[in-house]
């Protein structure tokens, strides 16, 4: 598809010579010259085209060929007016003849003209005359003129007010309000366009316009919108397409909630809504229970409604539209696009009634019903998925005020969707937005919203690019206290999670003797009625049944060859980001007994986690942060967790297999089990704390590593060396230990090379830093000050420590003083 | 509506570094949303900016696209000339987030669809419809497609840009997405298929 051709192409645009250039610009302007253009003068405006735009640095035609092309903007071939466009909006305008945004020649305002006009319009005020101009050519627009040569009209105001919706005046809203209603509610029910069968029979009778149709054939009986059809269209039914296109944007940039309307004028519409629903005809099925007010039926129209201002009657008719669309959308259409027209009718429909209820809550009690009624119609088909966001929309903002029963609405956004349809890209992308937008109300009013996690993450784990960001926003509001060491677990384990998405989605495709083929094991597994419960742990929809499950080991184990699949690869590289937010929020919500709990679970599975390269090199490097962040902020967990802290640090095998937490662990022993941190530490901690690391350091610069490990970096020594000396700082028996191993390390190093370390530099790192504290140590008092500071050293008062204020103060005032 | 039209390519391009892409067309609607800040931009200063901002569209696109096809597995199938329905239908698409700032000042959804090494994006509102674009850029691959013969080896895209132009002001007329059923549609491919006839 894409060839050597077209990049050479390109790079021959950007790369034109000057002189090349300028022959071509000459050639063109000769062209224009003439009367009629033929395909030459077309290929030659394209090859200049071509020329602007593959660069991104400007440049500027010669005054005569722009004067040339921008006449060429009002010419009557179309080609030209796109060329001419296109060409133009590459380029910035003649200085001096900036197009003029005050024209009176409205009539010749074509689409292209118009769109080189957008993009070169330069302030507000150009956008408001441009909007003034199009109004008017809309009010004085007659019947005769082409077809829908202004329907590019409404597009371009629609843009407009999209970046500055202040360009309207009230008077020019008004107008297009009254003009939207006419165009959606009172366009024509009859066929347009010269819509004649032909053939024989051309008498009197087939020349009478035939009514228009709904979708499934059947003569419409209501009137006309964008689900109907015709042989060919009336002018005020394409305004009906157009205007419907941008009803929500009009209604969601003119008609939000205003501040400043009295209890005085919401009563008033509240009792002329009520008066225009008793007005209706009843309707047969599903009476609202709330009193008062009946479904109407949309094409019985009320005189009752042109006393409304044009505001609210645009808002009863969008009122009415939808009502119709919702209606028309349950026929069976017997084409495919239009089957899918109606899905984005019913989500459209759906938006602007909570829109204009959220404008007008008298509508609630109006529209609830027809809500109800769809929602009960397609909630369990599944193909209707990205229908149903917009009806929970509708029920999050106006459930509570109907009091409405919502639990069916949320099992299915937060237990069929996830579970079932966690594959389709469109869904997951508007559920997630739909979270993010309404956290606070899905906190407040979703209870089962931060029990959710299992399911939601299933999104995470099947599309991991696409959905880590909106995680990223979301993971905060899904930590809370009761959940959140089921969450760590979940996060931990999202790469097993994606394989099961997989192997799940494999299992229903596959035939049950599939013979070879990738994942044949981890399928084997999958189907395998043993192993089922871990899956379907792994699956589960909803937080509560327990942490984690026992045989994670022989899960770990069954996935072993998911390791290089790609979708599993991209989930575990999103992992790290989610750890650090979580722990990053869990400070905030827990206590500190969960902390502890957490310490626990970061210590268990630095070793259960599935073997992915690199994952868990970085899951250890999000231990280690966070762990020492923890015990920052509450040093009594190290006292708390002494007896797990230790049994952790004893471990020699732990050096090898976990260098980054072991050193880590060490450290905090080290800095926190003192009795400064923490009261309960007594002086049998310290030494049964010291004993064990000063075997496992013996154990480690005494001999070689075990075959397949490699030396620990010098690192994990020193930190040892300075955990053992910190120690001994605070139980000075120790001291001569300590010093006695120094000193005898000192004396085997001189040696040479030694089999625990395998560079030059390091070792000698080593040994000066064991140098450094055995001539510390000489002086316990000095050596307690520094290894073990007292807490005003280490958290500084500066002006409000009374002892170091004074001092400030007066040096802050000899410094004012001498103004030199 | 809809804040721009891209057709980029999505495969490994020789002259380019590995996760860059070429831009072989691109159209944005409406007036510049830098215009209405306060930043004082000569026209060309925008136009550089605007060039950036599609750039950075159609490479988050090009990345997207990437780890969606390494992440499915499905080898892409190849196709030639007259089989535009069945690209069409092993097309892969998806939607990326476009966080405010990155590159636009709101957030915006860009949808993409990939055909083999060819990638059409389309970047919405947030509150747009996105069943309704989702639908409007199949459609309008499959003109593109079938129109400027872009299953064969021609630079057709690049050569008759004007016709992509003219199925934009048709069917995205500045970035209006069109609820048309099958008539309406039909009538405004007449008149596509006029223009394309010249």
């Keep these: 598809m894409y060839s050597h051709g077209s990049e050479s192409l390109i790079k021959q645009a950007r790369e034109i010579q000057e002189s090349e250039l300028q022959k071509f610009y000459s050639r063109l302007v000769k062209l224009l010259q003439g009367k009629d253009f033929g395909h030459e003068t077309v290929d030659s405006l394209q090859r200049l085209h071509l020329i602007l735009s593959a660069s991104k640095y400007t440049r500027t035609l010669p005054p005569e060929l722009q004067k040339r092309v921008q006449s060429l903007l009002s010419s009557p071939a179309e080609q030209l007016q796109v060329l001419s466009s296109a060409v133009l909006r590459e380029t910035p305008p003649l200085s001096g003849q900036e197009l003029n945004y005050n024209q009176e020649n409205v009539s010749q305002l074509n689409s292209h003209a118009a769109a080189l006009l957008l993009s070169q319009a330069g302030s507000r005020a150009d956008l408001s005359s441009l909007c003034a101009q199009l109004l008017r050519s809309l009010e004085s627009r007659s019947s005769e003129g082409p077809s829908h040569s202004l329907t590019h009209t409404l597009p371009i105001l629609n843009t407009i007010l999209t970046h500055s919706p202040q360009c309207l005046t009230e008077d020019q809203e008004t107008l297009l309000s009254k003009k939207l209603v006419d165009w959606l509610r009172y366009a024509s029910i009859t066929q347009g366009g010269g819509a004649s069968s032909g053939g024989f029979f051309t008498g009197p009778r087939s020349r009478q316009p035939a009514p228009i149709a709904e979708l499934d054939g059947t003569v419409s009986g209501d009137f006309f919108t964008v689900l109907c059809v015709g042989q060919g269209f009336t002018d005020d039914q394409w305004m009906n397409v157009y205007s419907f296109s941008m009803l929500r944007h009009w209604l969601l940039t003119y008609h939000s909630v205003s501040n400043d309307s009295t209890t005085a004028d919401t009563a008033n519409r509240l009792q002329l809504s009520l008066s225009l629903s008793h007005s209706h005809s009843f309707s047969n099925d599903d009476r609202s229970e709330i009193d008062g007010s009946v479904v109407s039926m949309v094409s019985a129209t009320s005189s009752s409604s042109r006393l409304l201002p044009p505001k609210e009657r645009l808002r009863e008719k969008a009122f009415q539209y939808c009502q119709r669309l919702i209606e028309q959308s349950d026929r069976k259409a017997h084409k495919r696009i239009d089957a899918d027209l109606q899905k984005a009718c019913l989500v459209e429909a759906v938006c602007i009634l909570d829109c204009v209820c959220v404008e007008d809550a008298s509508l609630v009690y109006r529209t609830f019903p027809c809500i109800k009624a769809l929602f009960g119609r397609l909630s369990s088909d599944l193909s209707f998925a990205r229908v149903m966001l917009p009806i929970a929309q509708f029920y999050l903002n106006h459930g509570e005020m109907a009091a409405v029963d919502c639990e069916s609405v949320w099992n299915l956004v937060f237990g069929r969707f996830p579970a079932e349809l966690f594959n389709d890209h469109f869904l997951a992308h508007e559920l997630l937005r739909f979270l993010r937008l309404n956290l606070e109300s899905l906190q407040l009013r979703v209870p089962q919203y931060t029990h959710s996690f299992p399911n939601l993450l299933k999104l995470l784990a099947w599309d991991s690019p696409a959905a880590v960001d909106d995680f990223v926003d979301l993971l905060p509001s899904l930590v809370t206290a009761g959940t959140a060491v089921e969450l760590l677990h979940t996060l931990l384990d999202l790469p097993c999670l994606s394989a099961t998405l997989v192997l799940q989605l494999r299992s229903a495709c596959l035939p049950i003797s599939e013979p070879g083929g990738r994942g044949l094991l981890s399928l084997d597994a999958f189907r395998n009625p043993s192993f089922r419960g871990l899956f379907l742990f792994l699956l589960r929809v909803e937080a509560g049944s327990g942490d984690t499950i026992d045989r994670l080991g022989t899960l770990h184990e069954l996935l072993a060859e998911v390791a290089d699949w790609p979708r599993v690869v991209q989930c575990a590289q999103t992992v790290p980001v989610l750890l650090h937010i979580f722990f990053n929020t869990v400070t905030t919500v827990a206590d500190e007994k969960l902390l502890a709990h957490l310490v626990l679970v970061m210590l268990e599975r630095s070793s259960l986690l599935l073997i992915i390269p690199k994952y868990i090199k970085e899951i250890h490097r999000v231990f280690s942060c966070h762990l020492l962040r923890l015990c920052k902020l509450h040093p009594s967990l190290v006292v708390d967790q002494s007896h797990e802290l230790l049994e952790f640090a004893g471990a020699t095998a732990n050096v090898y297999s976990k260098e980054e937490i072991y050193t880590h662990v060490v450290w905090v022993l080290g800095e926190y089990l003192s009795v400064s941190c923490d009261s309960r530490c007594s002086v049998r901690l310290i030494t049964s704390c010291f004993e064990a690391l000063e075997a496992v350091l013996f154990e480690v610069t005494s001999s070689a590593p075990p075959p397949g490990a490699v030396c620990p970096a010098p690192r994990v020594v020193t930190t040892l060396m300075s955990a053992l000396a910190k120690l001994a700082s605070r139980s000075h028996d120790l001291i001569p230990r300590v010093s006695l191993f120094l000193s005898k390390l000192r004396t085997v190093t001189r040696g040479g090379s030694v089999a625990w370390c395998s560079d030059e530099e390091d070792l000698v790192a080593i040994v000066t830093r064991g140098e450094e504290l055995w001539s510390l140590l000489k002086a316990p008092g000095v050596a307690q000050s520094v290894l073990t500071p007292p807490p005003h050293v280490t958290t500084p008062q500066w002006h409000r420590d009374i002892n170091v204020a004074m001092p400030l103060r007066l040096r802050a005032l000899t410094n004012l003083t001498h103004s030199q | ?198």
Aim: with cysteine; charged share 25%.
């Design chain 2, 1 to 198: 509506m809809v804040r721009c039209f891209l057709i980029h390519t999505v495969c490994p391009v020789s002259a380019l570094g590995a996760g860059e892409t070429r831009v072989l067309y691109s159209r944005l609607f409406g007036p510049d949303e830098g215009m209405l800040s306060d930043q004082e931009l000569s026209l060309e200063e925008r136009r550089v900016l605007q060039k950036e901002k599609i750039a950075v569209v159609a490479r988050q696109v090009r990345s997207a696209v990437a780890l969606s096809r390494e992440a499915s597995g499905r080898p892409l199938v190849e196709t030639v000339p007259g089989e535009e329905a069945l690209a069409l239908q092993e097309a892969d698409g998806g939607v990326v987030r476009l966080r405010a700032g990155d590159p636009f000042s709101e957030e915006m959804s860009a949808l993409w669809l990939g055909v083999q090494s060819l990638g059409f994006t389309l970047v919405c509102e947030p509150h747009e419809n996105l069943l309704l674009a989702e639908g409007t850029l199949r459609n309008l691959t499959r003109h593109c497609l079938e129109h400027l013969h872009m299953l064969g080896q021609g630079s057709e895209v690049l050569l008759r840009s004007n016709r992509i132009d003219a199925l934009l002001s048709r069917l995205l007329p500045h970035g209006q997405l069109l609820f048309l059923n099958h008539r309406f549609g039909q009538s405004l491919e007449k008149e596509v298929a006029a223009y394309m006839a010249k």
